[in-house]
């Protein structure tokens, strides 16, 4: 039997304060309730090599510390290091662990940046990588027969949603000698903890769900090892891969509100995904909380909620999707989610099309797919809009 959903008071209550207050206080200097923008290169040294924690703001800056200590908080890491972008934190984290020589085992549906930074940049200083299908754990267990320094997981994946088992293939990869890191984007610390079920470091787009309006781009690595915390930061200031201060200021503001939003992200998409499955255009949806979803028990046994993100393929292939997505009229076309708006994605011609079609294919990423992000206007209207777009482009085709 499947554990209970939370109830919606239950899902936000202990998150919501930390979202709010955790890991920061009002500004000591001036009693101010939000941190301050601290957009500041060098800081007064009061002795040689005497300072007050920050000596120049590649390697610190006091406005993105207090959005990492809050991000910290969230997940109750010992640290949480935040980045310039996803892709930043993504190849900082590759550079920190990984040399020559050494192995990745992937899974074989994540993000197309990721896939970007292990074949076509990684490879070419020996870093090979084995994309595998790690919902079977039997493949996983096969995989790790043979060396391997790193397994990441991306779950739910980037764009079908199918998930992996953190926890049960943390224990596989430690016994075998591997980290794992898990893209955890989609769901936030609110409603996925891969820390708590064994990973040794979560990853994040804040440009998402945790930053939430649109309005930056950022990463975030956080950990509960406090060894793999200092080789990250270390790799980060020499790179140059930080975060800046006011991309940090406002991620610092918009997670004050991520249960919330994740709570209404969630209740909004199991609506439409519910109203998407009886649609006779729609070939499949796909929802980690619909009782449809191949894997919906390990969803209700790792997740808190659904999430905010519906997969789904439109009978008639790319033309049918261009029809319909050019006809959405409140939804909009874009390269992104996770934000208050809601935004449809085509992955094979967007986010996905640098990934080889062989590889595409393999994973589910057919021309019919669509990612749509569900934001937090009333679903009603996102109905009347999906309903509106299939009747237009029927109309057309016709025509």
């Not at 020589?101 to 197309?112: Q, T």
């Not at 790319?318 to 939804?331: C, S, T, W």
């Not at 989610?337 to 990423?365: D, K």
Request: hydrophobic share 40%.
């Amino acid at each position: 039997m499947s554990p209970q959903i939370p109830s919606s008071s239950s899902l936000a209550s202990t998150l919501a304060t930390e979202a709010i207050h955790g890991g920061t206080g009002p500004d000591p200097e001036t009693g101010a309730l939000l941190t301050p923008v601290h957009q500041n290169t060098t800081y007064a040294q009061s002795d040689l090599g005497v300072h007050r924690g920050f000596s120049y703001s590649r390697t610190g800056n006091p406005t993105v510390s207090a959005f990492e200590k809050r991000l910290a908080a969230l997940e109750q890491a010992h640290s949480a290091t935040a980045f310039a972008t996803g892709m930043a934190a993504t190849t900082t984290l590759f550079l920190s662990l990984l040399k020559s020589g050494d192995r990745v085992i992937c899974s074989d549906v994540v993000y197309g940046g990721t896939v970007r930074v292990l074949r076509q940049v990684l490879q070419a200083f020996g870093v090979n990588t084995d994309f595998i299908d790690t919902s079977d754990l039997n493949t996983v267990k096969e995989a790790l027969r043979k060396p391997a320094r790193l397994v990441f997981l991306e779950t739910p994946a980037n764009p079908t949603l199918k998930l992996s088992d953190i926890e049960a293939i943390a224990q596989l990869a430690r016994k075998a000698g591997a980290w794992t890191v898990v893209d955890n984007t989609f769901l936030t610390p609110v409603l996925q903890r891969p820390l708590d079920l064994g990973a040794d470091v979560s990853l994040y787009s804040t440009t998402k769900y945790i930053e939430g309006h649109n309005s930056t781009v950022g990463g975030a690595l956080l950990t509960k090892n406090d060894e793999l915390a200092e080789r990250l930061r270390f790799v980060q200031g020499t790179l140059g891969t930080t975060q800046a201060p006011w991309e940090a200021w406002l991620s610092l503001r918009g997670v004050k509100t991520l249960p919330l939003r994740m709570e209404r992200h969630s209740a909004n998409a199991a609506s439409l995904a519910a109203w998407l499955e009886d649609r006779p255009e729609v070939e499949r949806v796909d929802y980690p909380f619909s009782d449809s979803f191949p894997q919906v028990e390990l969803a209700r046994r790792q997740q808190k909620a659904g999430g905010g993100l519906i997969s789904f393929r439109l009978k008639g292939g790319l033309a049918a999707v261009r029809a319909f997505a050019v006809a959405l009229q409140r939804i909009t076309l874009a390269e992104n989610l996770g934000a208050v708006e809601s935004l449809i994605t085509h992955p094979v011609t967007m986010t996905h099309a640098s990934v080889p079609e062989s590889q595409r294919l393999r994973a589910g990423i057919v021309p019919g797919l669509l990612r749509l992000s569900v934001g937090l206007e009333d679903p009603q209207d996102l109905i009347a809009d999906l309903e509106g777009a299939f009747q237009r482009s029927k109309a057309e085709a016709i025509a």
